[in-house]
């Protein structure tokens, strides 16, 4: 939640101003590179797949060049998250404080943003250095070179963290922040033996209690997690802080991670170029005149178009004001259309080419092409079970006074629709069938998506070329916001691994009575509690390196147990009073989350029908696999 205007310390002092000013041209420059290198990547990337495929020549050096820039454009995303207030985090809590108290949180979260990051530049820096000595294959360059983004991307986040407290936050904020802050750093440091005769209690203190209180009190989950983790080790371990940098890059830089931003900027184009509102016209043109038909247009959109952006705010943002006022025209109470607007996020994200199935595929190792192919009829299941709770809602509707569209009508729809409808449908084969990977299919959709963008203009001059560079930031941003969130997580999942608590978890997870079915359940509670805490993407990469050798241990295959997780975290995610995702979508449709709290429940117990069969039905998620 930002920040509003009226409680915010405007800066009154010449420090606070000269900050500021500073901290605003950094930031200028910063998005300035990221957005460059938004489109350096597509550039390189589609070269290479253009020179594999096309050409029949592959290009040695793209891969690498794209992974030496990937670093980059992370880091300076996540920095342009920081400064904007991207990052994930949980607001449920914070909107009920006072607001005369947002201020003095939103100091104490700049604070433990300016201490984790003031803790880690030393160690980034001697990374970097380290780096230099290792030559890359193709390109024979450091690859320091490439490791220097993380030192420089924490050098921009602390004045980030500075110039908003210098900015933002009134001297006696600060003065009670860092004085709070203090006394918790002092009682923990001052407990050092306590904590260290512990045991793995300890691991209460630094990665419940203090991970918790972090994430209540809004500060961004990427940052709780460094926090709790430099914590642990600097207070209870012998382990040094280079190897928090040297964890926090290696989760960015899984080469399957390459997708993600390619995936944001395919999202955010097919909204620029109208392609989705194509989509909506034509099944608007089916289903229009059909008692509740524009519910079931909205249901088959979602189902079409997400999981490419990379983020379910920008998919139901795609969609719901393109169905919303027509909807609302025909009688549809806007609660009603917030709670299907909601549901419809919880269920999408096992279709593929979602971002959490590629993370998930990342950090757990399990193939993205079977986790593609399984992805999909859980998500028919859960989009039938929704469909039935539409149709019952939709009986006590008036039948729409609407003429069913002509067959003239539905054919042009289709003819100007079929440039979208190929894109899903080319993305997913192409992936599930083998032909490239996640990655090259990202690259060339993005290729697509501009052609046909461009072609599409020339009839109907549509796009507006004021908006490239936004979205180019906004790409960087969220893409940032997300891999920052990976390699914090991977830093904090080695802490776990390191302390023992790997081993324990997976021998008190195969002792739970009931063997598979017990581990099943439990797994559903823990990651629809998790999901609405932490969101999908942190609580994949902590827990998923964790759980799934449990799992495997089980009998259960990873494709199956991947659907039930990601299931589970998508209605975590959209179930009140905790999921930012039910908040997100009461935003887009401009309605109180009082009104839409009771209206939702009703589809979120059909979602845990779904998810029930999937979980206990594995041919659902695995019969299509090659064998």
């Known amino acids: 939640m930002e920040i509003t205007a009226k409680y915010l ?7 606070g101003r000269l900050l500021g000013a500073i901290n605003r041209v950094a930031m200028r420059a910063t998005a300035v590179v990221a957005a460059l290198l938004v489109v350096a990547e597509a550039i390189i990337l589609f070269a290479g797949v253009t020179s594999r495929y096309a050409l029949g020549n592959p290009l040695t050096w793209t891969d690498e060049l794209a992974s030496t820039l990937f670093i980059w454009l992370a880091m300076l995303g996540a920095v342009l998250a920081l400064e904007r207030g991207e990052h994930m985090r949980l607001t449920a809590v914070v909107s009920y404080v006072p607001e005369r108290w947002r201020a003095w949180l939103e100091a104490i979260s700049a604070m433990l943003v300016f201490v984790f990051v003031a803790v880690i530049i030393a160690p980034a820096i001697e990374h970097a250095h380290d780096q230099m ?12 070179l490439r490791a220097a983004a993380v030192p420089v991307g924490m050098i921009l986040m ?33 407990s ?12 209460i203190v630094f990665f419940v209690l203090l991970v918790g209180a972090c994430v209540a009190g809004g500060i961004p989950i990427a940052f709780a997690f460094g926090v709790s983790t430099v914590a642990f080790l600097g207070l209870v371990s012998d382990a040094p802080m280079s190897i928090v940098v040297s964890r926090l890059d290696e989760g960015m830089s899984h080469l399957i991670l390459l997708s993600v931003p390619l995936f944001v900027l395919l999202g955010a184009l097919i909204e620029m170029s109208g392609l989705a509102r194509t989509l909506i016209d034509f099944m608007a043109s089916l289903l229009g005149h059909v008692r509740g038909g524009l519910q079931y247009v ?29 909807m609302k025209k025909r009688g549809s109470k806007p609660e009603e259309l917030v709670a299907l607007l909601s549901s419809t996020g919880a269920m999408t994200e096992t279709i ?35 469909g039935i709770v539409c149709w019952f809602r939709a009986r006590r509707e008036a039948i729409p006074d609407v003429k069913r569209a002509s067959l003239a009508m539905v054919g042009k729809t289709l003819i100007v629709a079929l440039p979208a409808l190929a894109l899903p449908m080319l993305i997913r084969v192409a992936v599930i069938e083998g032909v490239a990977t996640a990655t090259e299919v990202a690259t060339i959709g ?37 891999l920052l969130v990976i390699g914090m997580a991977t830093a904090m999942a080695w802490a776990l691994t390191q302390s023992g608590f790997s081993a324990s978890l997976v021998q008190m997870m195969q002792r739970i009575p009931g ?14 509690i998790l999901g609405s805490v932490l969101e999908g993407i942190p609580a994949i990469v902590l827990f998923g390196p964790l759980l799934f050798p449990v799992a495997r241990s089980l009998g259960i295959h990873d494709v199956h147990y991947a659907m039930v997780v990601i299931l589970a975290m998508g209605i975590g995610l959209f179930a009140p009073p905790f999921g930012v995702g039910f908040y997100a979508s009461c935003a887009i449709g401009k309605v109180s989350p009082d009104a839409v709290f009771r209206r939702v429940w009703g589809y979120l117990g059909v979602l845990v029908l779904a998810l029930l069969l999937v979980a206990f039905i594995p041919w659902i998620s695995i019969g299509f696999l090659p064998k």
Not at 354 to 380: E, H, N, R
Request: glycine fraction near 8%; charged fraction near 10%.
């Open 9 to 15: 310390a405007e800066p009154t002092n010449h420090l």
């Open 133 to 144: 000595a290792i030559t890359t294959p193709a390109l024979e360059i450091p690859d320091g």
């Open 158 to 190: 602390l004045l980030s963290a500075v110039a908003k407290m210098a900015v933002r936050t009134s001297l006696k904020q600060f003065a009670s922040a860092l004085a709070t802050v203090g006394a918790v750093a002092l009682v923990l440091w001052l």
């Open 192 to 203: 050092r033996g306590v904590l260290v005769s512990m045991g793995n209690y300890n691991l």
């Open 298 to 326: 909205l249901l088959g959109a979602m189902f079409l178009v997400s999981g490419i952006s990379g983020s379910k705010v920008a998919d139901m943002a795609a969609v719901a004001p393109a169905l919303f006022p027509e």
């Open 352 to 386: 593929p080419p979602s971002i959490v199935l590629i993370t998930i595929g990342a950090v757990c190792g399990v193939s993205i092409t079977a986790l593609f192919i399984g992805g999909l009829m859980p998500a028919v299941i859960a989009t039938i079970a929704i």
């Open 446 to 482: 993005v290729g697509y998506t501009v052609i046909v963008g461009l072609i599409m203009h020339v009839f109907m001059r549509h796009l507006n070329f004021k908006r490239i560079y936004p979205m180019l930031v906004e790409t960087a941003t969220l893409s940032g916001a997300i």
């Open 515 to 528: 063997g598979t079915t017990g581990f099943m359940i439990i797994s559903i509670i823990t990651f629809i």
